[in-house]
């Protein structure tokens, strides 16, 4: 690794996590928690497996990264996120505030995890009615359903399948996060290719802070059940 060779905080940083994919390291252990070598393959596609252990050592001498072999019947070696590295949490935060606005023009050709989605829906959405039931919207947009649900003014994410979900998304992820952040209007998004099955009024749980409104976006609170098949 080079090093910019600055007495300067900045450049210090830049030294420690500022090499490619070392960020990214960053992001799916907070995402992940502790997890093995293959899971971090698996959430950076496209990196090297020479390239990933070589970024794994430098983070690991940088202080950001442990790892520990995990007892049996796992008997395997988990990389985790030491508190210093947890320190990261703000700067990841604010990199995909900033790069939001980026996603709208994203290629169809991307690579997409499904659970890249917890970190900015827990940060930047909110439930605009948090005196009312929880709800719960199953999004179907990659590779493992996500479970997004609003309760008491709050987002949550987590991964799996609900027996009875309020609402079932499925479609593109660029066109469900463009309806969930209202930046598409619910016609136009089936009109796309997003398929709706349950209650449209559920979607009206979800709001966005940090990415505006189309002018033109219509509530779904008018509108009936929806209920679409392919």
Sequence with gaps: MRSYGEFCAVAKALDAIGDRWALLIVRELMLVGACRYTDLQHGLPGVATNLLADR???LEKAGVVSRELAPPPIATTLFRLTPRGQDLLPVIRELGRWGAPLLSEAGGDEAFRSYWITLPLELYYYDPTPEGPPVTIEVRMGDEPMLVEAVDGKIRVRR???KDPDAILT????LVLGLLSRRVEL?????QGVDLQGDAKVLNRVRSTSVPESPSARTAEA???????K
Excluded at 171 to 174: A, L, N, R, S, V
Excluded at 187 to 191: G, H, I, V
Excluded at 223 to 229: A, G, I, L, N, Q
């Design 56 to 58: 794994l050592r430098q």
């Design 160 to 162: 799996g399948s609900a």
């Design 171 to 174: 479609g593109p992820p660029w």
């Design 187 to 191: 016609q136009d998004a089936l009109k």
């Design 223 to 229: 509108r009936p059940k929806v209920s679409r098949t």
